[in-house]
């Protein structure tokens, strides 16, 4: 069993950073694929940033590439999330998961059914 915990949200005016952490138990993090999602409100829930195993590779929605960055620190078994130059749009609940499953090499997904663990969710509110 994993468990996954979200922090760092809040608010901040347009053109603002935040840094979300998601911290996570398990021995085995390092072997752990994992994610950020968000969800706002009366939207379906939308992937925003993967990191594969030993942070080998990133991917990104396009609404977010050269704005945000994705990171993991596997001795803290956390993964980051820098967001930088916030827009109003961006408001959502962000969402860390992690895939257990996976194997070394794969590319980092974009799809939430291929994450097996999720957090409870952190809120980002972006004021104009």
């Known amino acids: 069993q994993v468990q996954l915990v979200e922090s760092g949200g809040g608010l901040v005016q347009a053109g603002g950073s935040l840094r979300l952490s998601c911290s996570a138990s398990?021995?085995?993090?390092?072997?752990?694929?994992m994610g950020w999602f968000r969800q706002a409100p009366g939207k379906e829930r939308e992937f925003v940033a993967a990191?594969?195993?030993?942070?080998?590779?990133?991917k990104y929605v396009d609404s977010v590439k050269g704005r945000f960055t994705i990171s993991r620190d596997d001795a803290k078994t956390t993964v980051y999330l820098q967001m930088n130059s916030l827009k109003p749009e961006d408001t959502a609940v962000y969402y860390c998961?992690?895939?257990?499953?996976?194997?070394?090499?794969?590319?980092?997904?974009?799809?939430?059914?291929?994450?097996?663990?999720w957090g409870r969710g952190t809120q980002v509110t972006v004021s104009s």
């Open positions: 998961a992690a895939d257990t499953t996976g194997w070394a090499g794969q590319p980092p997904s974009d799809v939430a059914y291929e994450y097996n663990y």
């Open positions: 990191i594969s195993w030993s942070g080998g590779g990133t």
């Open positions: 398990g021995r085995t993090f390092r072997s752990y694929a």
